[in-house]
């Protein structure tokens, strides 16, 4: 067996879904239903879904429906990155996980893929603020496939990709040679390789890790066609989010929420339907890869 193995016992095979954009990422009600159409999603692909998040302070790598529904609707449950995994836990708090958290507890749990929107990265004006999200760092150490649509459309995309290299993280398009805008299916930028089925990535996944890497091989998948946006519409979106976000001095923390907000509003909704579409979309795709995964693990062994 070549897939890194952290000694946990795989019953079923098991794709993991982030929770941060249940709980900070999308608005309700839409919040649920798309949690809910993720997981249908992964079924419908053969897969058994396990959406990870922090539970009253523990880990959970699965929710019950009533569980799913509570991480939709509270108001105090915590953005969990790594830095504050322990610090959640230890409060007995409720956490949504980002990408770097679930990547961790899905490799710590012997799950080798999982679905989110889109990951985190170097941030514009990261050479002022150094804002570089844990994301990038913890793909590079986590041994899973991660199935998103790119990076959060507010980042610097180049500088992103630079980093991904630097990590040694594949990033592989899924029917694309391009590297996907999020919302746009386009950007312009290139990937490391093409895959056009889930054969295709895993045969590059085995591959990666059986030759010593231990990095995550990360795939990215356009938003369908039907509801994605036009790329110079986006551009242009997130541009005036940026010139209104640094006029009303919006810092820290506040400024995702902030920009993500006012991209939402001037594409009139749009941006809400093409991110619906392409969490499903994801999880669809990385229920299809965990199967293909582990036909080819039992082949091997
Ligand atoms: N993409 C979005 N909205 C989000 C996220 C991604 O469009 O809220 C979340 C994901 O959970 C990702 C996290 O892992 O943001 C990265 O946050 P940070 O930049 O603080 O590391
Ligand atoms: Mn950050």
């Avoid at 030759?211 to 551009?235: N, Y």
């Amino acid at each position: 067996m070549t897939v890194p193995d952290a000694g946990a016992k795989i019953s079923a095979v098991r794709v993991a879904l982030e929770s941060t954009v249940i709980a900070h990422g999308l608005p309700r009600p839409e919040n649920l239903s798309s949690a809910r159409a993720c997981e249908a999603a992964v079924r419908e692909s053969g897969a058994e879904p396990a959406t990870v998040a922090i539970v009253a302070g523990d880990v959970r790598i699965g929710l019950t429906q009533s569980e799913l529904e509570a991480l939709a609707s509270r108001t105090d449950v915590a953005k969990v990155s790594l830095q504050n995994l322990g610090a959640v836990c230890a409060s007995g708090a409720w956490g949504a996980t980002t990408v770097a958290t679930t990547a961790h507890l899905s490799a710590r749990h012997g799950i080798h893929v999982f679905a989110t929107g889109g990951i985190g990265g170097v941030h514009r004006e990261a050479d002022r603020t150094f804002d570089v999200s844990a994301d990038l760092t913890t793909l590079a150490t986590t041994p899973v496939v991660t199935v998103c649509a790119g990076a959060k459309s507010i980042l610097d995309l180049p500088r992103t990709l630079e980093l991904l290299e630097t990590l040694g993280v594949p990033v592989i398009g899924w029917q694309t040679e391009e590297f996907p805008g999020f919302y746009s299916r386009d950007t312009g930028l290139g990937v490391t390789a093409r895959a056009e089925s889930e054969v295709d990535v895993v045969r590059i996944a085995l591959a990666h890790w059986a030759s010593g890497c231990r990095t995550s091989v990360l795939v990215v998948a356009p938003c369908p066609p039907s509801k994605a946006i036009a790329r110079d519409e986006i551009d242009g979106a997130v541009n005036d989010a940026l010139a209104a976000a640094s006029e009303t001095g919006v810092r820290g923390s506040a400024v995702t929420p902030f920009l993500l907000a006012r991209v939402a509003a001037s594409t009139g909704g749009r941006a809400l339907a093409a991110n619906l579409s392409l969490l499903e979309n994801n999880a669809r795709i990385a229920g299809r890869i965990a199967v293909s995964l582990d036909r080819g693990k039992a082949r091997e062994s």
